[in-house]
């Protein structure tokens, strides 16, 4: 069993939110651990040792192995709750591990051969990450730190899925049955699109307040005139015509 973190746990009795506000104080981070079919015990972690790994993404990916009191306890991180403001760890959540039992557990994808890919290198593609992680299925004793994925074959309009994750022996996908998502792809990049002209800006500002546009006012200014010349003439004409039947 690859263990990589170890940390010194005390029970905790007081529960609450103002148990765990004072703990917080004394530099404690409160922690749950449960699973293992054993009931949930209250613990309180060591602020600063937290502080130094959360960040780490093996930890999330890796056994833990908790001294409480005189005993020792192999578990997984399950949840870590920062602070939303302040750089402060606010809980923990410790599921236990045993040699028998399979556990579930998210590990991170890592990416090689990206810019050896024909894909990017000579046919001038972009690369896509629709997955950075992945939960698996496995032995405590067969927990991979990292699932590892060559992108060095890849062509442009390319996809890589699930199913094309090389799994070490004893670790599988649980949901690939059902979804067999994709992973990463190599994509032509996107054409940027032109800025609108000024005219045709105003055009579409027009429109969208029920204005026409200003060519059409334009035209129709023009065709007043154009309508009030042709109503005098065919005055004038109606006059002469008149003046001649008196005649």
């Not at 760890?89 to 045993?98: G, K, N, S």
């Not at 060559?150 to 899925?161: A, C, H």
């Not at 500002?205 to 154009?226: K, L, N």
Request: hydrophobic share 40%.
């Amino acid at each position: 069993m690859r263990i990589a973190f170890s940390f010194s746990a005390e029970p905790r009795e007081a529960q609450g939110k103002g148990a765990s506000r004072r703990l917080r104080h004394t530099n404690k981070v409160p922690a749950i651990l449960y699973g293992g079919h054993s009931a949930a015990e209250s613990l309180a972690l060591e602020h600063h040792k937290l502080l130094t790994v959360v960040a780490d993404e093996r930890f999330y990916s890796s056994i833990v192995q908790l001294q409480i009191g005189e005993r020792t306890q192999e578990a997984i991180v399950k949840d870590v709750q920062m602070h939303p403001a302040k750089n402060q760890v606010m809980h923990v959540d410790l599921q236990r591990v045993t040699a028998t039992e399979a556990i579930r557990l998210h590990v991170p994808i890592h990416f090689v051969g990206e810019a050896a890919s024909p894909g990017v290198k000579t046919q001038g593609g972009v690369v896509s990450h629709m997955l950075t992680d992945v939960e698996i299925s496995c032995l405590p004793k067969d927990l991979p730190e990292y699932l590892e994925l060559d992108l060095s074959q890849m062509n442009i309009n390319e996809t890589k899925f699930l199913s094309d994750l090389p799994l070490p022996p004893g670790v599988s996908i649980p949901h690939l049955g059902y979804r067999n998502a994709p992973v990463v792809s190599i994509h032509s990049p996107r054409v940027a699109e032109p800025e609108p002209t000024a005219e045709a800006a105003a055009a579409g500002a027009a429109a969208a307040e029920g204005a026409p546009p200003a060519g059409a006012a334009a035209a129709a200014g023009g065709a007043a005139p154009a309508a009030a010349a042709a109503e005098a003439t065919d005055a004038g004409k109606a006059a002469q015509k008149k003046g001649g039947g008196k005649k």
